[in-house]
């Protein structure tokens, strides 16, 4: 299969060559600026190029020419799920260069895209959503036959919540028995993976965790160096958690909308406190709603995070690369405030944001890799519009130091 590569500036990327031209967005499909040293900008490069100064275009035919519905990234490795002429989903996946870590559900790395091999155990299932840590990746289906999601996970063994029976790396997607056959009847909604550990929320507002505990993330008190099962953050017993997000070595847990707990590691600030480390959930100070106003969005990067609020405001904390600077921040910050429209999706990995306003891009954080869109290896602190994109962005994902959105 071959794939191509659009945008500007005249040079080669693999077999393929760069026109002069800009790219205009007018033809449908999915679109990537910044790092190619990784594989996961899904283009073939030529070794002497290490970054798209500018967007570029990944090739429909890498999709045998199917519409692609949605795109997910994690730091290093992307997916996108397509749908045929006959309404068959199917998926496919990039990332992760000469590696080994199969989160990808690839037996190797892929610098472009590659079908995954099917895996649903049911054919009535779709993907609803995906979740990509650094060593493990779960996806997330939905049977018009079957009230609950089903789960199934790819990657480093004992990170997949699957117990420690398996092989070291699961390059196939298996399914994740205490999602798909759990003896309390657990309904989940949602899955968010970090480094190496993952958190799952119920329908009931209860959080579940399983994975490292080496840097106490987990917001659960154990000897273990893993828990290899979901164990529900019994912190939370009481609680109802409306949000989840975990970060590099910490985790987010927010609580009736309004109130934010954190638990890991604080190198960089990322707890929003001036404590050390975290082993029990711990709640942040300083984030100030006015009346009504709540948590829409929280998500979290290498070592840092980001949530937005129903008045469109943002706050963030943690790394200072992570938003357009060089000193941490170690208590929540507001960033921006009342930026008028509708935000439908909020995106961050490594050490940059990106979010949806009415079909609109905007960026923010490190741009090293000329991620942000602005042609130069510049960092902005503030969000900003990236204006070539008009309005046509349908979905947006960011991996380590690529953007991508798809038109």
């Not at 609950?148 to 004992?158: A, D, E, Q, T």
């Not at 707990?261 to 929003?272: H, I, P």
Request: hydrophobic share 35%; with cysteine; glycine share 12%.
């Amino acid at each position: 299969r071959s794939c191509y590569a659009v945008g500007y500036g005249s040079r080669s990327i693999g077999t393929n060559r760069v026109t002069n031209e800009k790219v205009d967005f007018n033809q449908s499909g999915i679109y990537v600026v910044g790092a190619l040293s990784d594989g996961c900008a899904g283009v073939d490069s030529h070794p002497s190029v290490t970054s798209l100064e500018d967007w570029a275009m990944i090739s429909n035919d890498s999709f045998d020419g199917e519409e692609v519905q949605r795109i997910w990234a994690g730091e290093t490795a992307c997916f996108a799920t397509t749908l045929s002429r006959d309404g068959k989903q199917t998926l496919y996946s990039w990332g992760e260069r000469g590696d080994l870590k199969g989160n990808i559900g690839q037996d190797g790395g892929c610098s472009e895209p590659l079908l995954v091999n099917e895996f649903l155990t049911d054919p009535s299932e779709t993907i609803i959503d995906i979740s990509a840590g650094m060593y493990q990746t779960f996806f997330l289906t939905r049977s018009p036959f079957i009230e609950n999601i089903k789960v199934y996970g790819v990657g480093l063994s004992p990170l997949l919540g699957a117990g420690n029976n398996f092989k070291d790396h699961q390059f196939t997607p298996i399914p994740i028995p205490f999602f798909n056959s759990n003896p309390e009847s657990l309904s989940f909604t949602h899955i968010s993976s970090g480094k190496e550990h993952s958190l799952a929320l119920t329908h009931e507002g209860k959080p579940y965790a399983w994975g490292s505990l080496i840097n106490s993330q987990l917001g659960i008190h154990s000897d273990a160096l893993y828990i290899h099962y979901p164990t529900l953050v019994d912190y939370f017993e009481d609680d109802n958690v409306t949000h989840i997000s975990a970060g590099g070595v910490h985790s987010v847990f927010v609580v009736d909308d309004t109130r934010v707990f954190v638990a890991g590691e604080n190198s960089n600030g990322q707890l929003g406190n001036q404590l050390q480390k975290c082993i029990l959930p711990e709640e942040i100070k300083g984030i100030k709603l006015s009346s009504g106003e709540k948590i829409k969005f929280v998500e979290s990067g290498k070592l840092h995070t980001t949530l937005i609020t129903t008045h469109n405001n943002i706050w963030s904390w943690g790394s200072g690369t992570a938003m357009g600077g060089e000193v941490d921040r170690k208590k929540p910050f507001l960033i921006s405030e009342g930026l008028k429209g509708n935000i439908t999706k909020l995106v961050t990995e490594g050490y940059h944001n990106a979010f949806l306003l009415d079909q609109s891009l905007y960026v923010w954080g490190c741009g090293q890799d000329y991620q942000l869109a602005n042609g130069e290896r510049t960092s902005l602190s503030v969000p900003k519009k990236v204006g070539a994109v008009g309005e046509k962005a349908k979905d947006v994902a960011v991996s380590f130091a690529n953007t991508f959105i798809l038109v």
